[in-house]
């Protein structure tokens, strides 16, 4: 009878320790065992280093035309009306992202069979070479080649994400997975310097770079700089990146690989897609993956919109520097948040619960737009300028709401963990990341024409005061939430 009594207790403590977040013994006794669990495993720092450079130079050849494509356009002559620039700039990016995404899941079933080493140093090395050629190029069709072989060459992403996770387990990665989000962001950053500032580089610095392939190739350069630092991310790979990929690993031994997800996983071959996608977490992570890639290109691409469209038209009628601030200021906001808040989030909620907080916060980096509107007409003078005071409401907002952003954005990161967590096996990993990844870009595909289209329709019509794009993404952002908490895990009750 007595001991009948404890069993609710007992299993209320069972209900506790289940819990996938908890990291502090529940008995005193068993402190030393506790400290043993979460001893962090040592990450080969040469190899974790290589990987790291290897998905830094991606952003940077990935950017580095954005601030030269209009101009780039235009010397072709591709167009006699210069309002039609656009639409042959945002063709040539639009070709790069199509043909990466038609190039994913290919590169990541090679990986799996083949391994992840050769795929990320051959994609690599044709990166080099298409960017060389598209600097080189003198006309339309061959820019639009050279993109598509670079959007072909750079669908190793899942590749990438794939070695991370066969590089790291769930003690490390909380020092592992802050780090290597840093790469996208500063990548992001260095690459339009580079684009902007050798753009042109013979008749800007004549004395560094006045020879006549320059002179002939205005844009060969910057191209040529960004093809060097691919080469040293080739360089580095070579040298200190050893293949992850288990059944092809040297002196590998015949244990279980543990994971955070389920106690062990015995290794088995591949699995078909439509298997993959039958499992309940990959599904919940191919539909949030597909929302959350939609509504973050989307808010990239309504948010220079919003800036650039007049004060009148429900806008903050920036300048394109002022524009440019704002893209720095939420980049260095991005590196702040993956250097502090990230580290401390990540082990106290668990990769599932944080994915889910972040989704959350989508709705919210579109719900205060309108208010910035609202401000600036406040302090619209007689001749069209913002005062002082205004413009510093105005960037206190605009700071205010890339957090909320930036910290959204970090469901990314948490979607290459819970991936990792969640493949069924070993040899299905790369494919369960190409799966995510196909979904990720195809949204981002077609999320910039769809939320430009929707954002001038929606101020051309004056529906909802102009701001219908607004109530679609907000729905669109709660939509990514819900279909986030699928990830949430249960809470298992030990009936004894």
Known sequence: MLRSSYLPAIRILLMASSDATETSPLLQHSHVEAQAVVSPTPLPKGQFAALCAVRLVDPIAFTQLFPYVNDFM?????????SRIGFYSGLVESTFAICQLCSIYPWAKMSDAIGRRPVILAGLSFVIMSTLAFGLSKSLAMVLITRCLGGLFSGTVAAVHSALGEMTDTLNRDFAIPIFGLMWPFGAIVGPLIGGILSNGASKYPYLFGY???????????????SLLTFIGVLLGSAFLEETLPSKRKGRNEKCRLNASHHAVVEQGPMSVKGLIALPAISALVTSGFALSFIGTAFDAVFVLFCYSSIESGGLSFSASQIGYCLAISSFIMIGLQLSVLPYL?????????????????????IFLPFLNVIARGGLAADGKLD?????????GIAFIHLINRISTLAYSMSMMLINEHAPSPACLSQCHGIVQFSMCFARAFAPFLSSSLYAFSIDKNILGGYLWVVVMIAISFFAGFMSRRLLPYRKTIVL
């Not at 668990?350 to 709705?363: D, I």
């Not at 002082?388 to 206190?396: D, E």
């Open 346 to 366: 990540l082990p106290t909620l668990g990769p599932s619960r944080l994915y889910v907080f972040c989704m959350g916060l989508w709705p919210f980096s579109f």
């Open 74 to 82: 235009n010397d072709l002559h591709v167009t006699d009306d210069p």
């Open 388 to 396: 002082a005071s205004t413009m510093g409401l105005l960037w206190t």
């Open 212 to 226: 006549t392939i320059f002179e002939d190739n205005p844009y060969f350069l910057p191209c040529l700089m960004s």
